[in-house]
T-cell receptor, first 113, second 112 residues
Framework: NAGVMQNPRHLVRRRGQEARLRCSPM?????VYWYRQLPEEGLKFMVY????????ESGMPKERFSAEFPKEGPSILRIQQVVRGDSAAYFC???????????FGPGTRLTVT | DAKTTQPNSMESNEEEPVHLPCNHS???????IHWYRQLPSQGPEYVIH???SNVNNRMASLAIAEDRKSSTLILHRATLRDAAVYYC?????????????FGTGTSLTVIP
């Protein structure tokens, strides 16, 4: 059973460009979570999605950030007009319908130049 | 999200037991205690969780105080591969939004 997959693993974007981060949850998992980790800090929750629904986006910045989890395909975290402060590691996690464990992917390290 | 307090860093000698403490004095009756760890350049990895009773699994043991205001993660024989940041997290099993709130954790150094 493949784990949570994220791609790309590393992403470099210039200021003002768009960044698209993809997350494929574990097979059978319908809940996806996105976290951001700034250098030397702990993970910060951003958004929680189920298929075609955003359940909790209380940790998402109000502008430039959006997330989706379509019926088919991976979950996407989209950052428009990136700025240097967006440089961070972005982790995706998934869980089955009824559980308290989350399984994390290896992360995407975004660098904005 | 209830708060947890952990030491910033700890050291252990290889093959010795390690006790990682966590204080959670504001814990509610419906909060589960979770431990995750994050190895360098990797995503967090589930270690163990519990509610009231002590728990054991192949990775570690979790000792929970009788008043539940503190807990201790026990690694029975530290190896170099256990060097990681360990996060103690509380999550409400009733009002579960399913997200975890990570603090800064304890950075464990294992000395060969």
């Amino acid at each position: 059973n493949a784990g949570v997959m994220q791609n790309p693993r590393h992403l470099v974007r210039r200021r003002g460009q768009e960044a698209r981060l993809r997350c494929s949850p574990m097979k059978g998992h319908s809940h996806v979570y996105w976290y951001r980790q700034l250098p030397e800090e702990g993970l910060k929750f951003m958004v929680y999605l189920q298929k075609e629904n955003i359940i909790d986006e209380s940790g998402m910045p109000k502008e430039r950030f959006s997330a989706e989890f379509p019926k088919e395909g991976p979950s996407i975290l989209r950052i428009q007009q990136v700025v240097r402060g967006d440089s961070a590691a972005y982790f995706c996690a998934s869980s089955p319908l009824i559980t308290y464990e989350q399984y994390f992917g290896p992360g995407t390290r975004l660098t904005v130049t | 999200d209830a708060k947890t307090t952990q030491p910033n860093s700890m050291e252990s000698n290889e093959e010795e037991p390690v006790h990682l403490p966590c204080n959670h004095s504001t814990i509610s009756g419906t909060d589960y205690i979770h431990w995750y760890r994050q190895l360098p350049s990797q995503g967090p990895e589930y270690v163990i969780h519990g509610l009231t009773s002590n728990v054991n699994n192949r990775m570690a043991s979790l000792a929970i105080a009788e008043d539940r205001k503190s807990s201790t993660l026990i690694l029975h024989r530290a190896t170099l591969r256990d060097a990681a940041v360990y996060y103690c997290i509380l999550r409400d099993r009733v009002n579960t939004g399913n997200q975890f709130y990570f603090g800064t954790g304890t950075s464990l150094t294992v000395i060969p």
